[in-house]
């Protein structure tokens, strides 16, 4: 959806959910309806409404990505990259899909 959507639509949250499976904060286990799809990029720092910009978070996780200094990034392999504020690296697999296999 690029930029012309803010918040993503049923079927782009539904499509993260399904890769996702719940919250992707590293050690978190909230379900898909406990979660919002927060931009990686934030909307009003120029990021999309895309699935490559988008990941699942419950409501505690999404307040500390905002508020508390923490910060996300999703790597090309769809591991979720979350950097505390004191330079601690944790990450995540997504839930919904297997990892993707060397050859």
Not at 11 to 28: I, M
Not at 68 to 94: C, F, I, M, N, Y
């Amino acid at each position: 959806y690029g930029r012309s959507e803010r918040t993503a639509p049923p079927n782009q949250w539904k499509a993260v959910a399904t890769r996702d499976g719940g919250c992707r904060f590293p050690g978190c286990d909230r379900p898909p309806r406990w979660c919002h799809a927060h931009h990686l990029t934030h909307w009003t720092k120029g990021g999309c409404t895309d699935l490559d910009n988008l990941a699942l978070l419950c409501g505690h996780h999404h307040r500390l990505i905002h508020d508390g200094g923490w910060h996300a990034k999703l790597l090309p392999d769809l591991t979720l990259e979350v950097t505390a504020p004191d330079g601690r690296v944790r990450t995540s697999q997504p839930a919904g899909l297997e990892p993707p296999r060397l050859l």
